[in-house]
């Protein structure tokens, strides 16, 4: 456990693309963290990084980790490293966050696991939407059995995900491509943290409507709960219908937006092959590029598209502002003073695991139980069958 009269804890960000670039102004403003380094295989990334902030940049994740100026690595580098650059940063005695998710496998889960155990630091696989303000509200709500037991969770997403310029392995399943690995992990997190119960089945049917993305690009999900809750969830990512209708077009940033059916499409149709798309990629989603994701400057709540649980005595929606109750009593929001993300609430639960030694809710025990609900999902759809994970 680190010391808690140390000032600080030094964060050194592995990966400058996309996520990489959203957790910097939540590790900049927290009140308990300062970013002292980055490290990223791209040149311009780390040039740009260098610009904006006076620390030593790396061009390789095991230079970043042999730092003795660095407590802890925030690792948001693609999928299929996250094994490797996690048991990298425990080996070296550092702390450490993974971005979602947490690997490809059960068994790489459980190497991460046991390498954190084994050097005794803390892991939390963050930031999925399951840290939003609102969903963390209604935890504590259900906590306080304040509308009885939770009955039923009905999510939907539909987004222009699939149309999002795209590294090649993101469009192959066998390689964590597509909706499965990336956009369900939010809604699975989100729902086993309002259920709070393992998942005891899964069936689902995915689908992949258009052969130039030749990965799973919707799915419609059934998860019961051991609690004898249920979830649904519906995720689509072809452009077409906007979820964010539904939320008075307030985007998953908690930022304003305009509806633009179909423009992501259009966009990917201009690209002229695969270079192009990841130069554009690196362009719009690198650090300091033009996408420009500054979470805590939102006006509104960050959400995962529309979310409705359904307890014995009411029902609540998230809303832009904070969160809906619909009871007896009629219906009434609940405002939340925090707009934007939940990487602050994230970057709160990871300091008070690591330095005061609070356990963690998303902790990697926590983070392998949704990639074990992920591959089931995979799963059931290929197999047209419910898998019973503890039946
Ligand atoms: N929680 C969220 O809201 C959120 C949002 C975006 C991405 N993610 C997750 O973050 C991870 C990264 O996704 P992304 O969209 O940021 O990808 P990205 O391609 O935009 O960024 C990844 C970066 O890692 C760098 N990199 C790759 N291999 C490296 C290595 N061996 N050493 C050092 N740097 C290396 C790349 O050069 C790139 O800049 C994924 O697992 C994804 O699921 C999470």
């Not at 670039?21 to 927290?30: C, D, E, I, R, S």
Request: charged share 25%; aromatic share 6%; hydrophobic share 40%.
């Amino acid at each position: 456990m680190m010391d808690p009269a140390k000032a600080k804890i030094r964060f050194g960000i592995l990966g400058l693309g996309m996520a990489g670039g959203m957790m910097v102004p939540a590790l900049a403003n927290h009140a308990r963290t300062v970013i002292s380094g980055a490290a990223d295989l791209n040149p311009d990334l780390r040039a740009r990084f260098g610009r904006d902030h006076d620390v030593e940049v790396n061009d390789n994740a095991q230079a970043l980790a042999c730092r003795d100026d660095i407590d802890a690595l925030y690792i948001a580098t693609p999928h299929q490293f996250h094994m490797e650059h996690a048991i990298l940063a425990a080996e070296h005695g550092k702390h450490l966050i993974v971005e979602k998710p947490m690997a490809l496998s059960l068994s790489d889960c459980d190497a991460m696991i046991a390498a954190a155990r084994r050097n005794r630091v803390t892991l939390i696989v963050g930031h999925t939407h399951s840290f939003d303000p609102a969903i963390r509200h209604i935890c504590q709500l259900a906590a306080a059995d304040t509308f009885g037991l939770l009955a039923m969770i009905a999510m939907w997403n539909y987004t222009d995900f699939m149309y999002r310029p795209r590294r090649p392995e993101e469009l192959d399943t066998a390689k964590g491509g597509g909706i499965l690995f990336n956009q369900l992990p939010h809604q699975v997190d989100t729902a086993r943290l309002l259920a709070g119960s393992p998942v005891r089945s899964v069936r689902a049917m995915t689908g992949i409507l258009d052969p130039r993305r030749p990965t799973e690009g919707c799915a419609m999900v059934f998860l019961e709960f051991i609690s004898g809750a249920a979830a649904t969830l519906v995720y689509s990512g072809y452009d077409r219908f906007d979820s964010d209708e539904m939320h008075s077009w307030v985007a998953a940033s908690g930022r304003r937006k305009s509806p633009s059916h179909g423009a992501a499409r259009k966009a990917f149709e201009a690209l002229k092959g695969e270079a192009d798309e990841l130069r554009l990629r690196s362009d719009r989603y690198g650090y300091g590029g033009n996408a420009n994701f500054q979470g805590l400057e939102a006006e509104y709540q960050a959400h995962f598209g529309s979310l409705i649980a359904t307890y014995q005595r009411a029902d609540l929606r998230p809303s832009p502002k904070g969160i809906l109750v619909y009871s007896d009593e009629g219906v009434q929001e609940i405002l939340l003073p925090h707009a934007g993300n939940g990487r602050t609430l994230l970057l709160d639960e990871f300091c008070a695991a690591a330095v005061d030694g609070t356990p963690a809710a998303h902790d990697g025990q926590f983070a392998r139980e949704t990639v074990e609900a992920c591959l089931a999902i995979r799963d059931s759809a290929l197999q047209r069958r419910e898998i019973m994970l503890r039946p």
